[in-house]
T-cell receptor
């Protein structure tokens, strides 16, 4: 069990560009979550999947954000037309029903929009 | 609106003192509450998870309690060490709603 992995770890992009992040959950974990965290704040929930189905999406998530989990394994989070306010740490977590949905987090992807 | 509050936002204690960290939540339909530790610039490390049917969980020097009637969870860390310095976060799961508190930044001074 290698834990939750995220790629890339750091991303610097110019305003207006599109970016895509990848998350690989712990194998056999059926739930996968995305959060966003800004400096000094607790993480904010963005969305989560059960297998390939996206079950919940935060109202904070604008139309520029989209997430997929096509085969119920890894997930991607895309941000279109990035803005400076998108600069944050993007965190991914996974969980398993048999473990009471205890969430395990990856190291995060730090996005800087210049 | 579901809210989770952690007070104080920061705490400084001398080594050896017990730590008491508080987490208050408003959604009574809680499914579970999870405590995490976060070191600067890093991801979150799970410490303890308490299901809504439980009152407490223990792991080593850590003990977490849950009181649904008062909407409160408390994390106790016994005999604190400098290595316990970090930000501690609680996460409430209630239905499809997942809400973190703002965290308590802890400094344990040698």
């Amino acid at each position: 069990d290698t834990g939750v992995s995220q790629d890339p770890r750091h991303k610097i992009t110019k305003r207006g560009q599109n970016v895509t992040f990848r998350c690989d959950p712990i194998s056999e974990h059926n739930r996968l979550y995305w959060y966003r965290q800004t400096l000094g704040q607790g993480p904010e929930f963005l969305t989560y999947f059960q297998n390939e189905a996206q079950l919940e999406k935060s109202r904070l998530l604008s139309d520029r954000f989209s997430a997929e989990r096509p085969k119920g394994s890894f997930s991607t989070l895309e941000i279109q037309r990035t803005e400076q306010g998108d600069s944050a740490m993007y965190l991914c977590a996974s969980s398993l029903a048999e473990s009471s949905y205890e969430q395990y987090f990856g190291p995060g992807t730090r996005l800087t929009v210049t | 609106k579901q809210e989770v509050t952690q007070i104080p936002a920061a705490l400084s204690v001398p080594e050896g003192e017990n730590l008491v960290l508080n987490c208050s939540f408003t959604d009574s339909a809680i499914y579970n509450l999870q405590w995490f530790r976060q070191d600067p610039g890093k991801g979150l490390t799970s410490l303890l998870l308490i299901q809504s049917s439980q009152r407490e969980q223990t792991s080593g020097r850590l003990n977490a309690s849950l009181d649904k009637s008062s909407g409160r969870s408390t994390l106790y860390i016994a005999a604190s060490q400098p290595g316990d310095s970090a930000t501690y976060l609680c996460l409430e799961a209630a239905g499809n709603k997942l809400t973190f508190g703002g965290g308590t930044r802890v400094l344990v001074k040698p």
